[in-house]
């Protein structure tokens, strides 16, 4: 009787044969990555990181941990590790990250910097990787919880996702002293492109095999079809495909037509064909209405792009606010790791607003900030410009504005210092800011320009206020 129902059943057959496909599909690949990705590739980055931390451990002086961190770089010693770890990294391609930290606490989960390799060799290496030996860093997830287990002198691996959507598996063998206690930690980060690629070449090739494993499916699944399902549906498709939709008259004898096929049947087709014929008809009636609900639709469209677009706009000057700032700097920062180089960033802030604020009203502040972001948006007409605060913008510089940086850069200031030493103007209108640029370098995120720019920004301001006296 089971066997009978299912010979009768297109619905229960379809549905068989499409389950017993996704099944094995699903099988198949689950298995295959899965046993590709977890017992060939994680072993592989484990075994690469026993052996490379095993070399950063034997030329590490267990004896001179205080001394590389006070004195580092003014170490020969020092200088001759540093190099041979840029050497290892040299030979492992895969190698992201290679550092030497000392985990000093559980509970805060704390590490001292004693080797932190940048991204390239340098015999002068910068101030700030100079600065950074020695400094107290706080350990992240999944490592904070480990610290214990690795200052026992354990060895720890783990994958992880970084901030910036960087795929690692990290390596942490402990240093021990002559007497087994615990010194430093070797560490080893090794990118897990490489495998995104190969498991992707792979992908493919299993796609192909089972691309034709469901070619084979579905052609006797066609077979089928045709069979029980194509040539009632014929007629059908032929009534639809001489539909006309221009007016509601012309949509009424597309009903009339579909009627007049008079299907009788009382297997899926006839329920199909039933339920269509009574969709149409209700799509009549609605149909009346269709054109009043599509107006509507457009105008809630409009609303809520005006909505949205204030939303981003600052509440005084034309200027985009934080907000729109907060979710285009995931965009900067995306762009910059794909290889952007051409971009700066410029820092404006408003001079004597307070002053203006104080003595003349807010009102008046207001009308002196327009004034202050006219210049702004006169001489950066191709840059995005955001409001940061009451009396901060910040400029993103590319293309164009990035190639003449340096002449827009001397404009505005000129502009801002012609306006305030003109004295027949009202003080509230002798419009004054000081301003800042920094431009990309090797190994920036997005902030890290800005925090340049802002820096530069403040020392000008010193400037201003050392020459002409503020209060703010």
């Not at 020969?76 to 990294?89: A, C, V």
């Not at 030979?91 to 910097?113: E, G, K, M, Q």
Request: glycine share 4%.
């Amino acid at each position: 009787m089971l066997m009978n129902k299912f010979k009768k059943s297109l619905s229960l057959q379809i549905s068989v044969i499409s389950i017993l496909s996704y099944i094995i599909l699903a099988i198949v690949t689950i298995v295959v990555v899965h046993m590709r990705f977890q017992d060939r590739m994680i072993k592989d980055y484990t075994r690469m990181g026993e052996g490379v931390t095993t070399l950063m451990a034997k030329v590490y002086d267990t004896d001179k941990t205080e001394e590389y961190i006070e004195k580092n770089f003014t170490m020969p010693e020092y200088n001759e590790i540093i190099k041979y770890f840029y050497d290892l990294k040299d030979n492992y391609p895969d190698i992201y990250y290679l550092y030497v930290y000392r985990f000093d606490s559980v509970d805060p989960p704390n590490a001292t910097v004693i080797f932190d390799l940048d991204e390239e060799y340098t015999e002068n290496p910068p101030q700030e990787s100079i600065d950074w030996i020695g400094e107290i860093y706080t350990v992240d997830e999944p490592f904070a919880s480990e610290i214990g287990t690795i200052m026992n002198g354990e060895s720890v691996v783990h994958t992880v996702f970084t901030h910036d959507k960087e795929y690692l598996l990290s390596y942490v063998r402990p240093i021990l002293d002559k007497d087994g206690n615990y010194v430093a930690s070797a560490c080893v980060d090794f990118s897990m492109e490489y495998m995104f690629k190969q498991d992707k070449r792979f992908i493919f090739q299993l796609a192909g095999i089972l691309g034709l494993l469901m070619v084979i499916i579905l052609t006797i699944n066609i077979l089928i079809l045709r069979h029980k399902v194509t040539h009632p549906l014929d007629r059908m498709t032929s009534c639809i495909d001489s539909f006309v939709y221009e007016t509601e008259a012309s949509r009424f004898q597309n009903v009339q037509r579909l009627e007049s096929l008079d299907f009788r049947q009382e297997d899926e087709i006839g329920v199909l064909y039933n339920s269509f014929v009574s969709n149409m008809k209700e799509s009549l009636y609605y149909m009346s209405n269709f054109n009043k609900a599509k107006d509507e639709i457009v105008e809630k469209e409009n609303e809520i792009e005006k909505i949205s677009q204030k939303t981003y706009t600052d509440g005084l000057t034309p200027a985009k606010n934080k907000a729109a700032y907060i979710d285009d700097e995931i965009v900067y920062d995306i762009k910059i790791k794909n290889g952007l180089k051409d971009i700066a960033t410029v820092m404006v802030d408003i001079n004597n607003l307070k002053y203006v604020n104080d003595t003349f009203g807010h009102d008046v502040g207001d009308k002196y900030i327009l004034g202050c972001y006219d210049i702004i948006q006169d001489t950066y007409k191709n840059s995005p410009i955001y409001r940061m605060g009451g009396d901060e913008f910040l400029l993103v510089l590319t293309e164009t504005d990035f190639e003449d940086r340096d002449q827009l850069f001397e404009a505005i200031n000129t502009k801002f210092q012609q306006c305030y030493d003109n004295e027949e103007k009202e003080p509230y209108e002798r419009y004054s800011a000081s301003v800042g640029m920094a431009v990309y370098n090797d190994g920036d995120e997005f902030r890290d320009i800005i925090k340049r720019a802002d820096k530069h920004m403040y020392e000008r301001k010193m400037i201003f206020k050392n020459e002409h006296g503020s209060y703010r």
